[in-house]
């Protein structure tokens, strides 16, 4: 089984920050990672597929990036609706997540 | 607009059984595959089991391999997940999730449902 491994797993920022959310998975995945932003009660949404393919509607300040077994998520300037739990997915074999990340307030 | 609604959702005792249902609208039900993918209390997502477009083939995490079953209606635009021998840890909010495919070929997750709340509990 492939796992995935986000770091760090709680983020304290301020509005207007870069942020960097780290994937790693233990085996290479290609480009095949996938991630989602959710909110608390709230079902997960699609914001990057292909590691770096925008999803339709998300905001340009997300974007991602890496291949093999290393990933990241950046958010370019944090926005107050951007605060949320984060998670990546490999999708090359089978589905696996990573075990979120939260962005909370400074 | 693509919407995924769940149902079924409640409380059960160790051992037993509840099927949910996912109703699908907004797109053409039986060109994609679906899946459902759960969440504990307080804890992160995993993926529970697949189904394509088809229902040729289905897919389950070993979690749930032997208990749980996956089926569509594609005449109906609907999914079910039929959960027997259901245990504590089974405790979550159950998605159900449409997925599309990259220009690789490859299936991720694009829609999701607003969830619903299974809990196993004497």
């Known amino acids: 089984d492939i796992q995935m491994t986000q770091s760090p797993s709680t983020l304290s920022a301020s509005v207007g920050d870069r942020v960097t959310i780290t994937c790693r998975a233990s085996q290479s995945i290609s480009g095949y990672l996938a991630w989602y932003q959710q909110k608390p009660g709230k079902a997960p949404n699609l914001l990057i597929y292909?590691?770096?393919s925008l999803q339709n509607g998300v905001p340009s300040r997300f974007s991602g990036s890496g291949s093999g077994t290393e990933f990241t998520l950046t958010i370019s300037s944090l926005q107050p609706d951007d605060f949320a739990t984060y998670y990546c997915?490999?999708?090359?074999?089978?589905?696996?997540f990573g075990q979120g990340t939260k962005v909370e307030i400074k | 607009q693509v919407q995924l609604v769940e149902s079924g959702g409640g409380v059960v005792q160790p051992g037993g059984s509840l099927r949910l249902s996912c109703a699908a609208s907004?797109?053409?039900?039986?060109?994609?595959?679906m899946h459902w993918v759960r969440q504990a209390p307080g804890k992160g997502l995993e993926w529970v089991a697949f189904i394509r477009h088809d229902a040729s083939t289905q897919w389950y995490a070993d979690s749930v391999k032997g208990r749980f079953t996956i089926s569509r209606d594609n005449s109906k635009n609907t999914l079910y997940l039929q959960m027997n021998s259901l245990r504590p840890e089974d405790t979550a909010v159950h998605y159900c999730v449409k997925d599309t495919y990259d220009s690789s070929g490859k299936y991720y997750f694009d829609y999701w449902g607003q969830g619903t709340l299974v809990t196993v509990s004497s």
């Open positions: 907004g797109f053409t039900f039986s060109s994609y595959g």
């Open positions: 997915q490999q999708y090359t074999t089978y589905w696996t």
């Open positions: 292909k590691a770096s």
